[in-house]
């Protein structure tokens, strides 16, 4: 089976130390992790350069045989280029194992964060970290084709897209245009469910349903099982679900995995 990984938004409000738990419990061979704060949105882990808590996070992996698959995020700006401390991430990534590191763009201009997209890709070289660069309908690089001229332009050979199904279906991408997608620019993708297919035009609509109207596998209407098909076949899969009100998250890692693995019994 392809490995699943739990992704840092599935257990976003939870220590990083209960998540990875929760994620071998559940039998997820990797995770996803938040390490470095992201502005408003009240979640900060403290990690970076933190020397205590990266001993109890690197700790907690090795009990629970957990990998670090991505760790996030790193943050192009307008105004300020990247946001997040650049080499305190790096560092801590390495540290705790990481394989990639997760970066998000809301730089409107393809060749500024193609030229942004290369200077942190290269110094993620030196660290043995690969880039994924998410798109996002409502971000600056909003389409898979975006996501595509950013990576091709960058010319980083450590550089990826971050391929994530509620992102794909809502900015009008298809299955089709997945399954054209030379496999050389893939390195992990992220599932979810949604309640109605269809794209979606307001920014602040898919925003909202991103951060917290996600559905566990199987639960809604994507294509998933024809999604992960036009993947590679070892292709890791993060499952990206937010907690719902009334599930622990022992029971939510536990329903996703359960989810997960019922739609890839389909494939």
């Known amino acids: ?46 990690l970076l ?6 001993r109890q996070v690197r700790r907690a992996l090795d009990d629970a045989g957990v990998q670090l698959l991505d760790a996030e995020v790193f943050r192009f700006s307008p105004a300020d ?18 394989r990639s590191v997760g970066v998000t763009s809301y730089e409107p201009d393809l060749d500024r964060n193609a030229d942004l997209l290369a200077e942190l890709a290269g110094a993620a070289a030196e660290y043995g970290l690969s880039c994924v660069l998410e798109f996002m309908g409502f971000s600056g690089v909003k389409t898979l084709d975006d996501a595509r001229t950013v990576v091709d332009r960058s010319e980083a050979e450590n550089a990826y897209i971050l391929v994530d199904t509620l992102h794909l279906a809502r900015t009008g991408a298809t299955v089709s245009d997945l399954s054209a997608l030379p496999p050389r620019y893939l390195t992990v993708a992220q599932i979810c469910d949604v309640s109605r297919a269809g794209a979606e035009s307001d920014p602040v609509k898919a925003r909202a349903e991103a951060i917290s109207a996600r559905l566990d596998p199987g639960a809604g209407v994507l294509p998933l099982v024809e999604t992960i098909r036009a993947l590679p076949a070892d292709l890791p899969l993060s499952i990206e679900v937010p907690r719902p009100d009334g599930r622990t998250p022992d029971e939510h890692a536990a329903a996703l995995m359960a989810a997960a693995t019922t739609v890839l019994a389909a494939v």
Do not use: C, W, Y
């Not at 939870?14 to 994620?23: G, K, L, Q, T, Y």
């Open 1 to 46: 089976m392809q490995e699943l990984s739990l992704a840092a938004l599935s257990l976003i409000g939870s220590h990083p130390v209960d998540a990875i738990r929760a994620a071998g419990k559940a039998g997820f061979r990797s995770v996803g992790l938040r390490l470095a704060a992201i502005p408003g949105s009240g979640v900060d882990n403290d």
């Open 81 to 98: 280029g990247v946001l997040t401390p650049r080499q305190a991430m790096l560092e801590t990534a390495a540290e705790l194992g990481a």
């Open 49 to 54: 350069g933190n020397a205590t808590g990266i």
